[in-house]
């Protein structure tokens, strides 16, 4: 019985995973960061050549 026990408290495969999960999880928002900055970049950009082709044709 005890030695189940010391096995069991000696076990750290649940933490490893708990580990790699935060790992995961801050790529995911560090990702999720950038991603928005470009997409903000890009909706920049776009809305210029909207405004510089506008008034090209002269609308």
């Known amino acids: 019985m005890f030695t189940k026990i010391r096995k069991f408290l000696s ?3 649940g933490a490893t995973a ?3 999960g935060l790992i995961a999880a801050l790529v995911s928002v560090a990702a999720i960061t950038a ?3 470009m ?3 890009l ?3 776009f809305n210029g050549v909207s405004g510089h082709l ?3 044709v002269g609308s």
Request: net charge negative; no cysteine; proline share 0%.
């Open 11 to 13: 076990d750290e495969s």
């Open 18 to 20: 708990i580990e790699y």
């Open 35 to 37: 991603l928005q900055a």
């Open 39 to 41: 997409g903000n970049s």
């Open 43 to 45: 909706s920049s950009m």
């Open 54 to 56: 506008n008034n090209a």
